[in-house]
């Protein structure tokens, strides 16, 4: 997991920093003293612990760029922990979506709640990013459940995803889409990628998914297609349509 401690208070960065790697074995922490610092670094946070007031861009702003950054790059938003001595500062710690809020001195206890809490937040997310596929095209940016995707056919520099109710048409390439999907998808084609658990049947020329569409095998493709989907049958689990 990783992790980044901002504030201006080297005892308070400390002290996270060590109730953290206490109860998270193997956290990749860094530490920050301003959160202009924090922005400048540029890097992929699964979790923030910020101070509010801070010299320079404060907690709150830093966190308003934080999140605008992650909006304009597609990203996921990262959990922020606001830690603050004054607790009007709560309201402000809403509007840029903190996970909490944890008031100075810092109890360790109720460090020790907070941390398990976005601990379960973070998994709930990872197992999130297993069966979605985030998506993007000219309208909007959604998350796309992997297992309504039936195939994926390369239109140029554009890739159409087909599941059973629409086509959505992406700039992605195949490549990029190919790796995120995992190894339920089976590149049976250099312009298609085929979800194993949507196949009926299929010859040295094609594959018939279970709702009757016709995707193209490349000769050369069809003996490891054959085993990739008889270690899928073993492996996964068939959806039969």
């Given amino acids: 997991m990783n992790i980044a401690i901002c504030d201006d208070e080297k005892v308070i960065r400390e002290q996270i920093k060590e109730l953290t790697e206490k109860e998270i074995q193997g956290a990749c922490t860094e530490?920050?003293?301003t959160g202009d610092s924090l922005l400048a670094a540029e890097k992929q946070f699964d979790l923030i612990f910020l101070d509010i007031q801070?010299?320079?861009t404060d907690g709150?702003?830093?966190a308003r760029k934080l999140r605008e950054r992650s909006a304009l790059h597609g990203g996921e938003d990262v959990i922020l922990i606001f830690i603050t001595g004054i607790r009007e500062y709560v309201f402000d710690a809403f509007d840029v979506a903190a996970f909490h809020y944890l008031l100075?001195?810092?109890s360790e206890d109720k460090f020790r709640e907070v941390l398990c809490r976005a601990k379960r937040e973070l998994e709930k997310r990872k197992k999130k990013r297993r069966e979605t596929v985030f998506i993007k095209t000219r309208n909007?940016?959604?998350s796309l459940k992997k297992d309504s995707i039936l195939y994926v056919e390369s239109r140029g520099k554009k890739v159409e995803i087909h599941t059973a109710g629409e086509s959505i048409e992406t700039y992605i390439?195949?490549?990029e889409i190919e790796g995120q999907l995992g190894e339920e998808f089976y590149r049976c084609h250099r312009g298609y990628l085929?979800?194993?658990a949507y196949v009926a049947e299929y010859d040295n020329k094609s594959i018939v998914l279970n709702n009757g569409e016709h995707v193209y095998l490349a000769k050369e493709k069809y003996g490891e297609f054959v085993k990739a989907y008889m270690r899928y049958l073993r492996n996964g689990v068939y959806v039969d349509g």
């Fill in 54 to 56: 801070m010299e320079g």
């Fill in 31 to 33: 530490l920050y003293e």
């Fill in 194 to 196: 085929v979800n194993m």
């Fill in 104 to 106: 100075k001195p810092i």
């Fill in 60 to 62: 709150i702003e830093t």
């Fill in 173 to 175: 390439s195949m490549n």
């Fill in 140 to 142: 909007r940016s959604f």
